[in-house]
């Protein structure tokens, strides 16, 4: 694979992704998936997916779970509502991310990612264990499909994943680094946290966000288009470089529609000069 090939955060059927269609018009050959609900992992519909993707020459580098039930309405909601830390659903959702595991297995995917949700920043938290436990559940899974599990950055410092990472102790555990979401929790400095976690880091968003400090909902940032925010790709890129990522740059945009695609098309260019101005 070229270094640093373009992507795209896609949907097909749930989630906030563009379209394979938007792919296809943007010429762009790796995308992240989020995964359809249930009725569109069936086997029959999972051989459609693979087929369109082959006929794209589409590469689906990594396959992001989601659940029913989950909200990012507000931060205490997204506390509330986001991946295997609350206790309540966790079960039944671990019992979706194996099923989610093995639908990115049949479409050839070497990844699933996740919003783990908020890890607990004490250890001895009473839910701490729990998540851990979760966490090395889902790996060993993934192990046997050949896959490794990425979480998705944002919701805690670096210090507290790096812990976690330690606490759960699985090889096949890594990072989908996204800086804007460390802007728009409030949590950390992008580029300092992604020197920290770098050497877990196998896949990233390339998404931006501008500091506010009264957005409400507990959001300390907006999400805006890639450049316009308070990031610095050019910086972000570098700093991969220096950590020695070349996996896919994989845009996302958390909007929909007609602007949605514009500011992909956007985000391409900008992401092709830098690459260009830093690898050569
Ligand atoms: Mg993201």
Not at 31 to 47: G, K, L, M, S, T
Not at 54 to 59: K, L, R, S, T
Not at 97 to 112: N, R, W, Y
Request: aromatic residues 8%; hydrophobic residues 40%.
């Amino acid at each position: 694979m070229e270094k640093w090939p373009i992507g795209i955060f896609t949907s097909v059927g749930a989630g906030l992704g563009a379209g394979l269609d938007t792919v296809k018009s943007l010429g762009v050959h790796t995308v992240q998936v989020h995964a359809p609900h249930e009725p569109d992992r069936a086997p029959d519909r999972v051989a459609q997916f693979r087929q369109q993707f082959a006929d794209a020459g589409i590469q689906v580098t990594v396959v992001f779970a989601g659940f029913p039930g989950e909200s990012y309405a507000d931060i205490p909601t997204v506390q509330k509502t986001i991946g295997l830390v609350p206790p309540g659903p966790r079960a039944e959702r671990l019992k979706e991310t194996k099923a989610i595991s093995d639908f990115a297995h049949a479409l050839g995917c070497e990844a699933l990612g996740m919003h783990i949700g908020f890890v607990p920043e004490d250890a001895s938290d009473p839910n701490y264990a729990g998540v851990v436990k979760a966490a090395q559940e889902v790996c060993d899974y993934c192990k046997q499909n050949g896959q490794r599990f990425h979480l998705e950055t944002g919701q805690e410092k670096a210090d507290v994943l790096l812990r976690f990472f330690n606490d759960v102790g699985r090889d096949n555990l890594a990072i989908n680094f996204d800086p804007a979401n460390l802007i728009l929790y409030g949590t950390d400095e992008p580029i300092p946290a992604l020197r920290s976690v770098g050497r877990y880091v196998k896949s990233v968003h390339c998404k931006d966000a501008k500091r506010k400090p009264d957005v409400g909902g507990g959001w300390a940032g907006v999400e805006v288009a890639l450049g316009q925010g308070d990031v610095n790709m050019e910086l972000f890129l570098r700093t991969l470089k220096e950590i020695g990522y070349f996996g896919p740059l994989t845009i996302e945009r958390e909007i929909s529609g007609e602007q949605q695609k514009k500011d992909i098309a956007e985000a391409i260019g900008l992401l092709q000069r830098l690459r260009t101005e830093i690898l050569g």
